[in-house]
């Protein structure tokens, strides 16, 4: 999953966030080329830091960051070294955002495309309304994670929590570990070659090496809520 | 008349059918004696109707439009006019100015409107593309802006107006940062009026193969939409979202706050917390493309209540003005422009109205209205896709009927007529901008409408629950 | 809706510090709530001296001294009053149930918001880093203290409505979040003849635990009995003179961090209210699972 190869300066461009404020960091990182490369340090929780970036650039954010990390991010190459809060990579359209550390919930919420890996545990509602993005946790995810899943792949290296996949329309989701319980109209499905193929390759996209396909469950719809039939009410 | 439950047998006219939809299980032909046979008021027809329908087909009634029952509203307001303790303006020739700006508490690039009337959200996918084009068009005609839906941006609705506001929606279907930035304003939407608290809905007829890719979605399916936003509950997350959004964008656009009309004086106070540039409030007459017919009908509040209680809050936050009100749910007429405006609001947005300036519920498309179970002026199917007028369908063929430049003039002409009418009162009450309108100008026909629009009954000094203010 | 901050220490060697972290965490938290701030401090010799009990008034302007002259006299035992922005601390060498009672019978007139024999409840309407320096805050030491910044849903902005919520002795809660039927949990209440001084939803909350707690409940039990009756979305975090408690709703919207260290456990709304905490790049950062009681003992 390397970025792009562009000629990128052999130092990064360092952003001390505290002292830099928000609204210049953004601006520094929102006005780059796509040749740039950044280290932001001192973040100290802060939200809504490299959101709308719109250019394959590299940023390093080093130390754990608030809500909304790399929100809306369009083609950028994030990395955030520490923990990140609410919807890091939400709605994200392409490009990828790392987090070595873990998230908070709704990562990678509504996000289209792009890859979102998570080395640690993401809480709940991870992919909530995905519509495209790939996402990789190496740790577990919360409870309601995958509701409402439109599109994209979703692979848990550890354990979910209950009711994943409520509601889902189209996401495929792998799972490693145990899954607390399903949601309503999300069912275990044979894992055939091409999902082997599908996993193996976004494994390999996020970098992670120790593991094999073999050790993972499917998951997606049951179709059933669909269209409304009087004998699934209930679980409308 | 489906909500009146007192109406008589034999009451119906040529114009009012007995039925609006499933004629076919309605009472055989022949006119009841109501000497004879008693309606009960309990269990109308119309209730006997309902329960009939429930207990074969086991869903809720899902319907568009707005509140059909009768409510409190602008019509039991009336203006006092000038004559001889204030002085009115001369009609045509002096000047009342009809301009507003939207955001001017922190965007760069506030919203200027020629005229106090915005075209409210509404979905690419509720309605049909020529219809949003339409709905450009008329808006861009008349200097004012118009709103996307639940659904994203098209590229007609962009290209044909000149000041579009972006909701952002729970769904965040076709959301993404190109469009977003492309916008004039952005709208957060919590609610609307015709369901608070609920998610929307876009049942399989419309889904079409360019709607479900716009949504990501499969064609054909049943689309629900969240209630709740996915990555924010509560004003305190709010204030995170809404600062993202204006880093995302500069910030320069407004940020409006769209809630359905509840609880209302909290929502106010809350949504400007949580950063608003703009309020917008839209009471329970305000119309939607498909929800349950039990929400439509039982909960939010009327327009007209929620008003005052949307100003006081921002009164008592020194906001009014500072964080513009924009006023919807049932707005029809420039009198009803101008007494929203009289109660505080900066602004108002009209849907319902709008799409019958269009052509929806067009007398000339009656022989089909009648095939569809309905009639010209009673046709509120929006969730079928199967809209004679071409408006709430995504059927090429039915989409086809509407001519967008000429349905898009129909809009802009009713927008100058609602824009004169306001003008032609707020003269009359010596007014030189229709902002200038104040709730002293208005008196009330009803006790209902005096208590929840707080101003007096018609010569009295009196507003129920309020002590005498002095005459 | 509102920013939270807890901090249980478990190094003694912090606790000179512990005012000066709350105050930093707390002032973090502003931009979730900037209408009104509280906190709340167990075991500051200053404020709760050892062996008195403590009782903190909101009494609306009144001075200090004269206040504690009035309850001296109901009493019959000397009371030392000092005042802390708009809250006064009352000290005096007898049980708590006896103070509270002199308190209520001699300045009737007066809101009690808080009492016990190691908890000072300090609240008041305005920024948190302007009341936390109003309340001297950043030089006192302690060993557990809780903070609260509200943005305010439904009820006043007033210092009584204001967070902590202290109705049982050395008892705390501080809320993130809404309560969707507190107005009848409040009645029935009210019917077993208990009864709040404010409209807000978090006081329902705050006197069920206590009322649960006061039945022999323990603060799992107590916490698994409000979720039963209390709807709606919360975080909370709950502390006595014993233990720290953590706990969401089932549906868990509203935000919660915890982070633990061999020195403390800290807990907040937000991780950029713990940035700053001593040895927080080693600590062990989670979010509490939905519905879970988490606690610590002293």
Known sequence: MSPDQRVRPAHPHVIDVGETGLRETNRALQASDGTGRFLLTDPRGAHALAVGLASPDEVVIDGPTGYYTAGMNDGAHVTVNGNVGVGVAENMMSGTVRVNGSASQSAGATAHGGLLVISGDAGARCGISMKGVDIVVGGSIGHMSCFMGQAGRLVVLGDAGDALGDSLYEVHIYVRGRVASLGADCVEKDLRPEHHAELAELLDRAGVTDVTTDEFRRYGSARTLYTFDVDNAAAY | MPFDGHSLPGQTTAAQPAATRNAATQAPPGTPDPAVLRESATFPRTVIHEIQRAAATGIYDIRGWGAKRSLPHFDDLLFLGSSMSRYPLEGYRERCGTDVTLGTRYATKPLHLDIPVTIAGMSFGALSAQAKEALGRGASAARTSTTTGDGGMTAEERGQTSRLVYQYLPSRYGMNPVDLRKADAIEVVLGQGAKPGGGGMLLGQKISDRVARMRTLPTGIDQRSACRHPDWTGPDDLAIKILEL????????????????????????????????????????????????????????????????????LQEMDMHRKVQLIVSGGIRSGADVAKAMALGADAVAIGTAALIALGDNDPRYEAEYRALGSAAGFYDDFQDGRDPAGISTQDPELASRLDPEAAGRRLANYLHVLTMEAQTIARACGKAHLTHLEPDDLVALTLEAAAMARVPLAGTDWIPGHVGRGL | MCGIVGLHLRDPDLEPRLGDMLTTMLGEMTDRGSDSAGVAVYGNTDWTPPGSATVTVLADGEDAQVLAARVSARLAAAVSGRELGATVLLSAEVDVDALATAVRTAAPEVVLVGLGTELAVLKGVGLPRELAAGFGLPGVSGWQGVGHTRMATESAVTPAGSHPFSVG??????????????????????????????????????????????????????????????????????????????????????????????????????????????????????????????????
């Not at chain 2, 917008?280 to 493309?289: E, F, L, N, W």
């Not at chain 3, 868990?252 to 061999?262: G, M, W």
């Not at chain 3, 709304?269 to 950062?285: F, K, W």
Request: hydrophobic share 45%.
């Open chain 2, 246 to 313: 204006r880093e995302i964008t500069g910030w320069e656009k407004p940020v409006y706050v769209k809630v359905g009309a509840t609880r209302t004086y909290y929502d106010v106070k809350l949504a400007v917390k949580a950063g608003a540039d703009v309020v917008v409030v839209d009471g329970m007459q305000g119309g939607t493309a498909a929800t349950q017919d039990v929400f439509i009908e039982h909960v939010g509040i009327p327009t007209l209540a929620a008003i005052p209680q949307a100003v006081q809050a």
């Open chain 3, 169 to 298: 002795p050395d008892q705390c809660i501080v809320h993130n979040g809404s309560f969707s039927n507190h107005a009848s949990v409040r009645r029935a209440m009210a019917r077993r003849d208990i009864h709040c001084d404010t409209l807000n939803d978090t006081e329902v909350a705050a006197r069920f635990v206590a009322e649960q707690i006061a039945l022999g409940a323990g603060i799992d039990e107590a916490l698994e009995e409000m979720a039963g009756v209390l709807d709606g979305f919360y975080t909370l975090l709950v502390s006595t003179a014993e233990e720290f408690a953590v706990v969401r709703d089932p549906i868990a919207c509203k935000p919660a961090v915890i982070a633990e260290t061999e020195q403390y456990v800290a807990m907040a709304s937000e991780y950029r209210a713990m940035a700053h905490l001593p040895g927080i790049a080693g600590a062990h950062l989670y979010e509490p699972e939905p519905g879970r009681v988490y606690h610590w003992h002293r």
